[in-house]
């Protein structure tokens, strides 16, 4: 097992279009979740899976994200119509049920050009 | 709300200092707090959880105390070193699922 893994690590996108990131949680791991971060802060929480069941959103995601697991595996993470205010690292982590430490992928930083 | 607060925000020392974070919280109502290390443009690297019915956790030079009661937590680095470059930041687990993070501290050991 390789831990927690997120692709892209890097996408550049223009102003209003789609994007898509994905994230492989560790194998085994019911829980997932999302955060953003931008520069100089620390990570904020933006909503998280058990299983394939999405249980809780932040403020912060707007209309314009969505977010699934379907199959209580992988994640995706969409954003419609990227603002440049959209522009952070954005951050997967998943822990076991019942465990305390939430391990984290390394980023997918988005730049809304 | 929860509130997360870290000071320094940034901190230069020269290699083989002893040296403490600072981390703040406004909820005692926390179920662990977690130190965290990030290096630049990477993902994060849990350093130390420490349960909120214990005082401190040690791993290596590492040390990180919990006073729950006062809202308040600390990460001491002995014998510092340039890899412990990177930026360090404290999350609190209130049971709502997510981590609560304070915005870091960024820490330069000058070889």
């Known amino acids: 097992d390789t831990g927690v893994s997120q692709d892209p690590r890097h996408k550049i996108t223009k102003r209003g279009q789609n994007v898509t990131f994905r994230c492989d949680p560790i194998?085994?791991?019911?829980?997932l979740y999302w955060y953003r971060q931008t520069l100089g802060q620390g990570p904020e929480f933006l909503t998280y899976?058990?299983?394939?069941?999405?249980?809780?959103k932040s403020r912060l995601l707007s209309d314009r994200f969505s977010a699934e697991r379907p199959k209580g595996s992988f994640s995706t993470l969409e954003i419609q119509r990227t603002e440049q205010g959209d522009s952070a690292m954005y951050l997967c982590?998943?822990?076991?049920?019942?465990?305390?430490?939430?391990?984290f992928g390394a980023g997918t930083r988005l730049s809304v050009l | 709300k929860q509130e997360v607060t870290q000071i320094p925000a940034a901190l230069s020392v020269p290699e083989g200092e002893n040296l403490v974070l600072n981390c703040s919280f406004t909820?005692?109502?926390?179920?662990?707090l977690q130190w965290f290390r990030q290096d630049p443009g990477k993902g994060l690297t849990s350093l130390l959880l420490?349960?909120?019915?214990?005082r401190e956790q040690t791993s290596g030079r590492l040390n990180a105390s919990l006073d729950k009661s006062s809202g308040r937590s600390t990460l001491y680095i002995a014998a510092s070193q340039p890899g412990d470059s990177a930026t360090y930041l404290c999350?609190?687990?209130?049971?709502?699922?997510?981590?609560?993070f304070g915005s870091g501290t960024r820490l330069q050991v000058q070889p």
């Open positions: 982590a998943s822990r076991l049920e019942g465990a305390n430490i939430q391990y």
């Open positions: 194998s085994e791991h019911n829980r």
């Open positions: 899976f058990q299983n394939e069941a999405q249980l809780e």
């Open positions: 909820d005692s109502a926390i179920y662990n």
């Open positions: 420490i349960q909120s019915s214990q």
């Open positions: 999350a609190v687990d209130t049971g709502r699922r997510a981590l609560t």
